[in-house]
């Protein structure tokens, strides 16, 4: 059983409703459950994109089948700094580059 609690919501409120989690997709007829155990935890859920050994994906289905055996969840904030750090690498790469080309221009 996980720790992860579902996020239940009713559809239909007739004979005591109809419950859907929105993370899992799992349905609940009768009373609001108040089963946990969710296997969708809320940082899979919210994901903005999948963290690889092989880099980042749009979803973890992507991810499977590339063959990744280990993926994490990265959230919309954590994506914005990979891409600022990736993009000042690349900047940084391409100020050292002009540097090298402008010095062997010199001799």
């Known amino acids: 059983m996980s720790p992860h609690h579902h996020d ?5 409120a007739d004979d005591g409703g109809l419950y859907h989690c929105r993370k899992c997709r799992r349905t609940h007829d009768g009373s609001v459950p108040e089963a946990h155990g969710c296997p969708v935890s809320n940082a899979e859920h919210n994901a903005a994109a ?4 092989a880099g ?3 979803t973890r ?3 499977v089948r590339n063959f990744e055996q280990s993926v994490t969840p990265v959230s919309a ?3 914005f700094e990979l891409a ?3 993009v000042l690498s690349q900047l940084n790469e391409i100020e050292r580059l002009d540097r090298q080309t402008a ?3 010199q001799l």
């Open 50 to 53: 999948w963290l690889g050994q």
């Open 77 to 79: 904030n954590e994506l």
């Open 103 to 105: 010095r062997e221009v």
């Open 61 to 63: 289905f992507d991810a």
């Open 8 to 12: 239940w919501y009713m559809s239909e």
């Open 84 to 86: 600022s750090k990736q």
């Open 56 to 58: 980042l994906y749009r």
